[in-house]
């Protein structure tokens, strides 16, 4: 099984990358010209592409594609709908174009229904009309929605679905690992889920 992940040098994708690789999956990153590659791990492949002009190609050969790619809170709007709206759309419609199984998406706390009041509200419409375009696809899909990131590694403690906190805090580790299993387990597909660290 080859996978393919966007956001492979962000501090979410370096864990996913790594956590993938440990599994013994063949695992891609897709970079940047500009990234800084040296957390990856070695032995695993790159592929040259960015999100805001995506060549026909960048899914070929790939099972699974994972979008573990954001352009931050703190972005401004314009980039925003490149990356995390237009990006996420067209890799969605490459994954579908070059066969690709099963698409995992790491989405937002918010992203179901934004609020347009909150500070986050273009992105959370950004990341909900991603959400929704995978959706409308015959890909396999999963959706994680975690609840405030943190650079901790996490317990592996976590808890999913309607009792999430949407003001409690998701570890990055947990939220890598979730990812990794929405890779390959079966009983992710078509699920839509928040998440939020526990203990």
């Keep these: 099984m080859q996978v393919l992940v966007a956001g492979s040098t962000g501090n979410t994708g ?3 990358v790594r956590e ?4 013994g999956l063949d695992t891609v990153a897709m970079v940047r010209a500009s990234s800084d590659t040296s957390g990856l791990p070695d032995g695993v ?3 040259e592409a960015d999100l805001t002009d995506l060549a ?12 573990a790619a954001g352009s931050g809170g703190d972005t401004p ?3 925003t709908d490149k990356v995390d709206r237009d990006g996420a759309k067209r890799l969605i419609d490459l994954s579908v174009a070059n066969g690709v199984r099963r698409f ?3 989405s937002s706390v918010g992203a179901d229904n934004p609020d347009p009041d909150s500070e986050l509200a273009h992105y959370l419409q950004a990341k909900h009309e991603a959400d929704e375009h995978l959706k409308a696809t015959d890909l396999e899909y999963a959706i994680l929605r975690p609840v405030s990131l943190t650079d901790a590694d996490g317990t592996g403690e976590v808890r999913l679905g309607e009792n999430v906190d949407p003001k409690g805090e998701a570890a990055r580790g947990d939220v890598a690992k979730l ?3 929405a890779v390959e387990a079966p009983e992710w597909v078509g699920k839509v889920l928040t998440m ?3 203990g």
């Design 77 to 79: 709007a314009e980039m």
């Design 196 to 198: 939020e660290s526990v």
């Design 56 to 67: 026909d190609d960048v899914t070929k050969g790939c099972d699974v594609v994972v979008f």
């Design 14 to 16: 370096l864990r996913l």
């Design 179 to 181: 990812l990794a299993e």
């Design 45 to 47: 492949e790159q592929r």
């Design 104 to 106: 995992v998406m790491l």
């Design 20 to 23: 993938l690789h440990d599994r």
